[in-house]
């Protein structure tokens, strides 16, 4: 195991230095301003803040902040630097790597199966690449793993009657949801492994069952209400209550929306064939699965299996981002373990397993190169980005406000300015105005080219000195610094524009 996690550990340090411009530069953006702003604005894990929306606090409403915070508490010794972030991604990934391997032995009751499971998911392309990302998804995947894990044990391998690992098995499952609540999908293999295991009866009269809900579901639920209270930003409930329940909604009373559906199923599952599983982890998906199962493993692995769907069907046929099929990686792997013991035990008694062995080892050395060109496109960023970024970072009087003309976060991040992200075609003179009452003094055109089809605001925006000397053009957005005649030159744009709409044949 030691060695797979070593390997595990080499796969992952490909692009540690890298800014976290690489994909998803949205995401981890996100994560990395939240972690710096725990670290230097308010140390306080309820309270996540983004660096957009205006002047701070800007809280925005998100799943518990673990990775960030964890962070922060290491840049009050270290100092500010995203590689922390991809630091702590690492940890867990490799965690991760440790807790398949011992599911799968456990489940299977063979060392080959565990040590097969674990050398599996430390080589497929999606979690080679996103066990190294800045962001919180990583860390779910290793409490959903675990508290699948530690909750079947507690049912399997206790007594029925009693609390002996009731509390890891909980609080795992409870970290899993507030690390992200995509790790409601271990709730199905788990209530599927107490219902053969003790049955309906069993299952509904023990008071563990309920317990042991209440403590996973009842945190989640008080956290969502207070972040909800509070937050500028609803994400994770704007994204439920805005997309995902119309469209599971839509495909039930709709044919057009149903087929909809179905077709992003289609996505789904070419996504996580490529990016996610790779050849090679698709085929021990689809082979592991292949292979009859004893009950206790059945219901399990069919469980997750079941659940994913569901999930897929109603999640990511919305979200179309290949890491939010990072919940599968898990159960590939380990009916891969499975699926590998099984060969094993076929050959390990003939003459020539050790060519058998040789013939294995070959195999995931390919599997590894094959995986890793599949997700290499994923490392590039713009190099020209980062440093133009880290120019304004220095040039820019400190703690202003700024307009940023472009959707980007991770940009925004190496500014490292507090004010607003925007679409520049979009983007009104009248929101400029808004936003320089509020204190903004800069408008960061980083889309110049969008910005000039956006004439009416490219015109109001010429009464501010702007310098052009920088790789994108900085307006100083201050009243006191307006160029002479500027508002001269407004209306008569603004005059030359009626006359134009008048001009134009009704």
């Known amino acids: 195991m030691a060695a797979v996690v070593v390997a595990g550990l080499l796969l992952r340090l490909r692009g540690f230095h890298n800014p976290i411009l690489d994909h998803p530069g949205w995401r981890q953006g996100d994560t990395a301003a939240i972690a ?75 060392a080959v199966a565990g040590i097969a499971a674990a050398a599996i998911y430390a080589a497929l392309p999606g979690s080679i690449y996103y066990s190294r990302t800045f962001m919180p998804d990583t860390t779910m995947v290793f409490f959903l793993t675990a508290a699948i894990f530690a909750c079947a044990r507690y049912f399997w391998d206790e007594d029925a009657r009693s609390w002996r690992g009731f509390l890891p098995a909980a609080l795992l499952l409870m970290l899993a949801l507030l690390a992200k609540p995509v790790a409601v999908v271990a709730i199905v293999p788990i209530v599927c492994s107490a219902l053969v295991r003790f049955g309906w009866r069993g299952t509904l009269t023990r008071p563990q069952t309920y ?71 698709l085929a021990f998906l689809v082979a592991g699965f292949a292979l009859p199962y004893r009950r206790r493993e059945a219901a399990i692995v069919y469980g997750w299996l079941a659940a994913v769907f569901v999930y897929i069907y109603v999640v990511v046929t919305v979200e179309r981002v290949d890491y939010y099929l990072y919940v599968v990686l898990p159960l590939a792997a380990t009916v891969g ?17 050790q060519i058998a062995a040789a013939a294995a080892a070959l195999l995931y050395v390919a599997m590894i190169s094959v995986d890793r060109r599949l997700v290499a496109p994923y490392y590039a960023y713009s190099k020209s980005n980062y440093v133009a970024a880290r120019e304004l970072n220095a040039s820019l009087k400190p703690d202003s406000l700024i307009v940023m003309g472009h959707y980007d976060p991770s940009i925004l991040y190496y500014i490292d300015r507090k004010g607003w992200e925007e679409d520049p075609y979009l983007w009104t003179p009248f929101d400029e105005q ?61 005059q030359a524009e009626r006359s134009r709409t008048l001009s134009q044949p009704q």
Request: charged share 20%.
């Open 36 to 110: 710096r702003n725990f670290a230097t604005l308010q140390f306080n894990i309820l309270y996540p803040q983004a660096d957009y929306d205006g002047p701070p606090p800007n809280y925005v409403e998100l799943e518990l902040q673990i990775v960030p915070f964890i962070a922060a508490c290491l840049y009050k010794v270290f100092g500010v630097h995203e590689g922390i972030g991809r630091l702590i991604s690492i940890v867990f990934g490799l965690g991760t790597i440790v807790v398949t391997g011992a599911f799968a032995r456990w489940l299977f009751r063979s």
């Open 211 to 281: 317990a042991l809900f209440a403590v996973a579901l009842v945190p989640l639920a008080a956290y969502g209400k207070f972040e909800n209270a509070h937050a500028e930003w609803h994400w994770a409930s704007g994204i439920t209550q805005k997309h995902v329940i119309p469209s599971l909604r839509a495909s039930f009373t709709s044919a057009h929306a149903f087929g909809a559906k179905v077709l992003g199923v289609g996505v789904a599952l070419r996504m996580l064939a490529h990016t996610m599983l790779g050849p090679f982890g």
């Open 337 to 353: 373990g499975n699926l590998v013991l099984r060969c094993w035990l076929a050959v390990r008694t003939t003459k020539r397993w």
């Open 434 to 494: 808004s936003a320089i009452r509020k204190g903004a003094r800069y408008f960061v055109s980083v889309e110049h080219k969008r910005l000039k089809h956006n004439v009416e605001l490219y015109a109001w925006l010429a009464r501010f000195p702007v310098d052009e000397r920088k790789h994108w053009p900085v307006y100083e957005t201050d009243y006191t610094k307006m160029l002479p005649g500027a508002e001269e030159r407004w209306r008569a744009f603004r």
